[in-house]
């Protein structure tokens, strides 16, 4: 499965829009681009996948840029519980398991 | 529906004892995973089965740490004996097989070796 790169750590204000990118520049054709969330102390939470169409659904919108090699996940009114370690991963679908790497750590502050 | 079980939640024990931990999957989900969660870390794969069949353990460390699945259903994961660095979540996860996107979880078990 191809890499993942994410920033380690970003704040947001409640009720703003929280974009959380991801970079995986060496993405192939049947790959797949999935996020999941980690609130403290829970397992993590899938939230949404993506080929190569934006997605949305009641959680999030997944944007993925035309050549594939970035994406962003946007939360758009992130809340309190929101604050969670969110990871990009890249997989074939169906097939590999999920391989995680660091994440990014967001935290939504007041 | 009922989520992925795990027990126990929390477990100490001293270097060189063994330990068990239990997960109960999702009901009808034949895909069940066990991570291991070292702390700061993102999650790492230990084992893969696929209803009572091992699918990938190539990153389990055998010499110590053994799993099984008895009937497809069920599952434990042992450590015998323990280390200091086995000190992590250990975390169940549980799909309905290849062809589904999204795993689930459950709480984990958080381990500590003193």
């Known amino acids: 499965d191809a890499k993942t790169t994410q920033p380690p750590s970003m704040d947001c204000a409640e009720g703003r829009a929280a974009n959380l990118p991801c970079n995986h520049s060496?993405?192939?054709?049947?790959?797949?681009v999935y996020w999941y969330r980690q609130i403290h102390s829970q397992g993590p939470q899938y939230i949404i996948h993506?080929?190569?169409n934006n997605e949305t659904n009641e959680m999030a919108s997944l944007i993925i840029t035309e050549d594939r090699k970035s994406s962003t996940l946007i939360l758009p009114h992130a809340t309190l519980r929101d604050t969670a370690v969110y990871y990009c991963?890249?997989?074939?679908?169906?097939?590999?398991?999920?391989?995680f790497g660091g994440g990014t750590r967001l935290m939504v502050k007041p | 529906e009922a989520g992925v079980a795990q027990s126990p939640r929390y477990k100490i024990i001293e270097k060189r004892q063994s330990v068990a931990f239990w997960c109960n999957p999702i009901?009808?989900?034949?895909?069940l995973y066990w991570y291991q969660q070292i702390l700061g870390q993102g999650p790492k794969l230990l084992i893969q089965?696929?209803?009572?069949?091992?699918?990938?353990d190539s990153q389990l460390p055998k010499d110590r740490f053994s799993a099984e699945r008895l009937k497809g259903v069920d599952s434990t994961l042992k450590i015998q004996p323990a280390k200091l660095e086995d000190s992590a979540v250990y975390l169940c996860?549980?799909?309905?097989?290849?062809?589904?996107?999204?795993?689930?979880f459950g709480s984990g078990t958080r381990l500590t070796v003193v």
């Open positions: 996860a549980s799909s309905l097989g290849f062809l589904s996107g999204g795993y689930t």
């Open positions: 060496t993405i192939s054709g049947n790959e797949y």
């Open positions: 993506g080929l190569k």
């Open positions: 991963i890249v997989r074939v679908n169906p097939g590999n398991m999920l391989t």
């Open positions: 009901s009808g989900h034949a895909t």
């Open positions: 089965f696929q209803n009572n069949g091992v699918v990938d």
